[in-house]
């Protein structure tokens, strides 16, 4: 299978899982509303981080199959702030649900607890159906073990209301809590994700613009094939091309890139390691080089 090819699968995974979940944060929003289940909402947005998710894996696979930087369209910019502020979003979502079914639990001695209809348990049921048969193998375990949750507490509210145990009431908004306690989880994994690339493309752009600067100014590289900077926690490890002249020796050539080496990891205290290719340079004829800057071509036997 080719990378292209594995690039429009991934991205065809990620729209359905986008638009999967999408639909049944919507779906379950709407029921929660009418319903009254508080469980049903907090599944709801749980459904939306899922989304989030999705839409934050589509637009990276999006960048790396394009092969462009964000900053030239504008779409990863927006992209970037997008991933900081819905994971946000659904933080705050998930701590003002797990209060509000917190605060119907303390208050349940002055307000009874109600069991909410039963249109919330069918729409709990159906959404489990739509995730283990349409959204990615992947979705399928989290979205189950939180629908499950949902499926307990709001079936046990209504077994609850059916035998005529209110202590069964509960089950309603423990569940909340418990949902509302994996989507701020989930929200937080979210965040810490997007800041950590962020960090991870800022700190690579800006390494590599200055590692160009410092490594064309080595006496013996012609140019700096290519360089990629990796950032690996707070450390980044850098991965360079460079090409020499020619007609020096392989020595010669070593001696250049461990000159090239000693000097990035000098300069740059948080570079943990560099490796350094070398490669012969050949424009054409008459070549130069930065070696020599007054070298003349060599005259053979011939002239």
Not at 22 to 29: D, H, P, S, T
Request: charged residues 20%; proline residues 4%.
């Amino acid at each position: 299978m080719s990378i292209k090819q594995r690039y429009a699968d991934a991205e065809t995974a990620s729209r359905s899982d986008l638009w999967g979940n999408a639909a049944l944060a919507l779906f379950k929003g709407i029921v929660a509303v009418l319903s009254g289940s508080k469980v049903l909402l907090a599944d709801a947005f749980r459904s939306a981080g899922q989304a989030v998710a999705a839409f934050a894996a589509l637009t990276g696979i999006r960048l790396r199959s394009s092969k462009r930087e964000a900053s030239e369209d504008g779409k990863g910019s927006a992209s970037r702030i997008a991933a900081i502020i819905l994971p946000i979003a659904l933080i705050i979502a998930g701590v003002e649900i797990g209060i509000a079914a917190g605060k119907d639990i303390w208050m349940a001695g002055q307000q009874p607890l109600q069991a909410p209809h039963w249109s919330a348990l069918a729409a709990i049921v159906a959404g489990i159906v739509v995730q283990q048969l349409l959204l990615p193998v992947r979705e399928r375990q989290w979205g189950l073990l939180a629908s499950l949750t949902a499926l307990i507490g709001t079936g046990g509210a209504l077994v609850g209301q059916a035998i005529g145990v209110k202590s069964l009431y509960y089950f309603e908004p423990a569940a909340a809590i418990a949902i509302s306690v994996m989507l701020a989880a989930g929200g937080c994994k979210l965040l810490a994700e997007a800041s950590r690339k962020q960090y991870a493309a800022s700190v690579q752009h800006e390494d590599a613009d200055d590692l160009m600067q410092l490594i064309q100014r080595v006496e013996g590289v012609i140019t700096v094939e290519s360089l990629q900077a990796k950032e690996h926690g707070h450390y980044v490890v850098a991965d360079v091309v460079i090409s020499v002249n020619p007609r020096i020796s392989v020595l010669e050539g070593h001696d250049i890139a461990k000159r090239v080496k000693q000097l990035l990891l000098l300069r740059f205290t948080h570079l943990t390691d560099v490796t350094i290719h070398v490669e012969p340079y050949d424009p054409g004829y008459p070549y130069k080089s930065n070696h020599d800057p007054n070298q003349e071509h060599a005259p053979t036997l011939l002239q």
